[in-house]
């Protein structure tokens, strides 16, 4: 085989394994399916509601849709809904907690962080302490950006990035009625815990996981998922 020559058997033998496959596809194949993609974003909005865990809830959940509320944090326009590397996929659409509530004139939105790296910005806190003060009621969307987990490397501690625990500290000096919702594929340490009246893991969960967090703060859906 030096020579670049290979042994005809050998080729057809291989050859027919992957023809087996395209056969094996075709003979089971239902030519009546229909790929839905709106259908099975449907089906991950009931998967993500499914998975949510309710870990703190000190008679603040559920939140009243017509009190006045303040989303806080970045993953609650854009939420942290998938893990890199492998994992990663480009999905049909993704739904933010902010496209839930749209149209809803008495929440409103601060940014608070940035998450393309672990700085403080004071501005981004200091608007969302406004917001906080403003409303009856935070929810603020943390947890762990891509740069803080990932395959490929071990983490070397279980902490949030400093300036959302800046942010979630800033707020609860305002605010007494906070929630944190908190997006992360893996344990975080809450140094905060004690301050907020609520805690929602909503871990990776999908492309329509900004509906279903929307769907458990509200109490349309029941938090009922466990701690792995």
């Given at each position: 085989?030096?020579?670049?020559?290979?042994?005809?058997?050998?080729?057809?033998?291989?050859?027919?394994?992957i023809l087996?496959?395209?056969?094996?596809f075709?003979?089971?194949r239902?030519?009546?399916?229909?790929?839905?993609?709106?259908?099975?974003?449907?089906?991950?909005?009931?998967?993500?509601?499914?998975?949510?865990?309710?870990?703190?809830?000190?008679?603040?959940l559920p939140?009243?849709?017509?009190?006045?509320?303040?989303?806080?944090?970045?993953?609650?326009?854009?939420?942290?809904?998938?893990?890199?590397?492998?994992?990663?996929?480009?999905?049909?659409?993704?739904?933010?907690?902010?496209?839930?509530?749209?149209?809803?004139?008495?929440?409103?939105?601060?940014?608070?962080?940035?998450?393309?790296?672990?700085?403080?910005?004071?501005?981004?806190?200091?608007?969302?302490?406004?917001?906080?003060?403003?409303?009856?009621?935070?929810?603020?969307?943390?947890?762990?950006?891509?740069?803080?987990?990932?395959?490929?490397?071990?983490?070397?501690?279980?902490?949030?990035?400093?300036?959302q625990?800046?942010?979630?500290?800033?707020?609860?000096?305002?605010?007494?009625?906070?929630?944190?919702?908190?997006?992360?594929?893996s344990p975080?340490?809450m140094?905060?815990?004690?301050?907020?009246?609520?805690?929602?893991?909503?871990?990776?969960?999908?492309?329509?996981?900004?509906?279903?967090?929307?769907?458990?703060?509200?109490?349309?859906?029941?938090?009922?998922?466990?701690?792995?």
């Amino acid at each position: 085989m030096k020579n670049g020559s290979l042994d005809e058997e050998i080729l057809n033998k291989a050859c027919e394994r992957i023809l087996n496959i395209v056969y094996r596809f075709e003979e089971n194949r239902d030519n009546n399916a229909v790929f839905d993609r709106d259908l099975d974003h449907e089906l991950a909005r009931k998967v993500a509601e499914e998975t949510i865990v309710l870990m703190k809830n000190d008679s603040i959940l559920p939140l009243d849709k017509n009190d006045e509320i303040a989303f806080i944090g970045k993953f609650a326009a854009k939420p942290r809904y998938q893990g890199g590397g492998s994992s990663h996929i480009n999905s049909h659409k993704v739904v933010s907690a902010m496209n839930e509530v749209k149209g809803m004139e008495n929440i409103t939105y601060a940014q608070g962080y940035i998450d393309e790296k672990d700085e403080i910005v004071e501005e981004l806190i200091n608007e969302a302490v406004e917001a906080a003060k403003k409303s009856k009621i935070a929810v603020v969307f943390a947890g762990l950006p891509d740069n803080f987990e990932s395959e490929g490397y071990d983490r070397t501690h279980m902490q949030m990035p400093n300036c959302q625990n800046a942010l979630i500290d800033a707020v609860c000096e305002v605010q007494p009625n906070t929630v944190v919702v908190l997006h992360n594929g893996s344990p975080v340490e809450m140094p905060w815990k004690d301050k907020v009246k609520g805690i929602v893991e909503a871990y990776l969960g999908g492309q329509a996981i900004g509906s279903a967090v929307v769907d458990v703060l509200f109490g349309k859906v029941n938090p009922s998922g466990k701690l792995p």
